[in-house]
């Protein structure tokens, strides 16, 4: 079964301060993996697409990490800000032809607190 | 802001009764998603049409429906409606197609029945 699991489900940090979420999958075949952005009450915006061969990629203050081999993925927010604060899902691509099958993870809930 | 409109922003409707949502892509996307997120889940897949035809179909009910039109607006309509349909209604739109593919998410329909 296809599944994207997120940790952790929610996490407050100060102002300033780094964190790293993590996001493990279990998808067939797979395509990509993107972060997303979700302010509350919005749609998800993009952060970064990785494929199979990227290990890395930035997007300012955003690094999204992927280790295709243990199928886990990371992202790391630097000198985080107080509009950090949103949901960051983990979406992992299955392209089986034809149509992009996206994967969503249930999210983890970033506050940043000043 | 994506480019992607939605109405209505809301939605409150009761048990039973038939709603449709509205979608209006970013200028020139041809493919259009729709995607159901429930309280504190995952976006879950419904539907994508590609130029007016039906590509792909995802864990979309029978009371569910939807379509593309001709100037590329896709509408979703939603029947018999039961108190476990509400969540919040997204539509995507794409620019091209294959693995990478980009999607740009409207703002979304919060649809509450009571």
């Known amino acids: 079964k296809n599944q994207v699991e997120q940790s952790p489900q929610s996490l407050i940090i100060l102002e300033g301060k780094n964190c790293t979420l993590q996001c493990n999958y279990t998808v067939s075949p797979f395509s990509n993996l993107r972060w997303y952005k979700q302010d509350t009450g919005r749609g998800p915006v993009s952060l970064t697409i990785?494929?199979?061969?990227?290990n890395t990629k930035s997007n300012g203050r955003y690094t999204a990490t992927l280790d295709a081999d243990t199928k886990q993925s990371s992202l790391h927010i630097t000198a985080s800000q107080l509009s950090d604060s949103a949901s960051y899902i983990c979406?992992?691509?299955?392209?089986?032809?034809?149509?992009?099958?996206?994967?969503f993870g249930a999210g983890t809930r970033l506050a940043v607190h000043p | 802001d994506s480019g992607v409109t939605q109405t209505p922003k809301h939605l409150i409707t009761a048990t039973g009764q038939r709603v449709t949502l509205r979608c209006s892509p970013r200028?020139?996307?041809?493919?259009v998603y729709w995607y159901q997120q429930s309280l504190d889940q995952g976006l879950q897949f419904l539907i994508q049409y590609y130029n007016g035809e039906e590509r792909a179909k995802g864990n979309i009910l029978e009371r569910f429906s939807a379509q593309q039109f001709p100037d590329l607006h896709s509408e979703l309509n939603l029947s018999s409606l039961e108190l476990g349909d509400s969540a919040l209604y997204f539509c995507?739109?794409?620019?091209?197609?294959?693995?990478?593919?980009?999607?740009?998410f409207g703002s979304g329909t919060q649809l509450s029945v009571l």
């Open positions: 990785m494929t199979f061969s990227e």
């Open positions: 995507a739109s794409s620019p091209n197609r294959g693995p990478d593919e980009k999607l740009f």
């Open positions: 200028s020139g996307d041809l493919s």
């Open positions: 979406v992992v691509s299955a392209y089986p032809g034809g149509y992009n099958k996206l994967i």
